[in-house]
């Protein structure tokens, strides 16, 4: 059994996938690449054909129809026979020395009488045309270099979040939680870390600078253009959030409040995106989000507008509109959004 299984979703991904695939390469047999090309119309299938035809030990190639992010996630993690798994986007790329202190260290538990469920790591924004790169960082807020439960993380700081980029989950539980991420659908990476958080119950934080986050392409799903063109899908992938976990019912309540606070910052980017677009129609279907939520669970609905984001996304007219695009300055500043 292999150590660590990662998926590279592609969808024509000719120009960076290659940059990514070498950054991973370095871990050897105890890695396995799967690259998921997501019915590709450029070169992508040829190079991903050609790492898994010079590396067959460690890379693995897979053609699928076109679903989206989420069905290439899918498809790795119902394909990959690693005891860990993690996703890596195909224009980011994994620095070499933190890669090697992530397999140790995973190899090093993996014999240990605890099971490990999830390993969390720094990323870096690496955002073109930015002088200094942000970090994201869970230093005074989870323990370091021992293995860990909610019990032990401090308070999360408004905007730390554990993303995509951060995590490395244990395959089989990423199985047993029953996560299936929609088809044709972006933001899904949301999903991908929200949803298996109840299920986990020991953590392990590596303060190292692994995982770069390319940050800058236009056509990029994080470009604030394309999420309001996609609004219809951030509404959906938070819904989803809102229906798959019931959060009144988690009993550990440090988990409880940062799922929480994670579900917020998702509430204030859909709002947000919609004031932001200006349309009649965009701002009907923010009054549709509030009221759907509070459709769904009132308790839920004055939570999440009583915070401190809420509050702000949803004062009165053009006034209101401008303190709300104001705390979304903020937000911004903090998750990086481009």
């Known amino acids: 059994m292999k150590l660590l299984s990662i998926t590279i979703p592609c969808y024509n991904s000719q120009d960076y996938m290659e940059h990514c695939v070498e950054s991973l390469l370095v871990g050897g047999e105890d890695v396995e690449i799967i690259i998921v090309d997501d019915g590709s119309k450029d070169l ?11 590396y ?16 290439a996630v899918n498809t790795g993690i119902r394909s990959a026979s690693g005891l860990y798994f993690k996703v890596v986007d195909s224009d980011d790329w994994v620095e070499e020395e933190a890669y090697q202190k992530i397999l140790s ?62 995590v490395i989950y244990r395959t089989q539980l990423l199985r047993e939680c029953g996560l299936e991420l929609p088809k044709h659908t972006f933001y899904v990476d949301n999903l991908f870390v929200y949803v298996p958080l109840p299920y986990v119950k020991n953590m392990y934080y590596l303060n190292v600078d692994f995982y770069r986050y390319f940050i800058g392409r236009e056509d990029q799903s994080v470009n604030e253009k394309v999420m309001i063109q996609r609004i219809d899908q951030q509404i959906k992938v938070n819904k989803i959030m809102v229906e798959t976990v019931d959060l009144w019912k988690l009993p550990n309540r440090r988990l409880r409040k940062y799922m929480f606070n994670y579900l917020e910052i998702i509430t204030v980017v859909s709002t947000i995106m919609l004031i932001r677009s200006g349309t009649k129609e965009n701002l009907e279907k923010k009054r549709e ?32 509109r401008k303190i709300s695009v104001a705390a979304y300055k903020i937000s911004q500043k903090v998750v990086g959004f481009n």
């Not at 067959?56 to 069905?71: C, D, L, R, Y």
């Open 44 to 54: 992508t299938p040829e190079i991903a054909d050609r790492y898994a035809e010079k």
């Open 56 to 71: 067959p030990t460690i890379v693995k190639a897979i053609h699928q129809e076109n679903g989206g992010h989420g069905e």
């Open 105 to 166: 260290t995973l190899r090093e538990l993996s014999g240990g009488n605890k099971t490990l469920d999830m390993l969390i790591s720094n990323f870096v924004y690496e955002k073109e045309g930015a002088r200094h790169k942000k970090v994201m960082k869970y230093t005074g807020t989870l323990p370091e270099n021992k293995i860990f439960g909610w019990d032990e993380a401090k308070h999360f700081h408004k905007g730390q979040y554990i993303l995509m980029h951060s």
């Open 289 to 320: 989000l509030w009221k759907y939520l509070k459709e769904y669970d009132i308790r839920l609905f004055w939570h999440l507008r009583n915070g401190i984001m809420g509050q702000a996304m949803n004062l009165p007219g053009k006034g209101g």
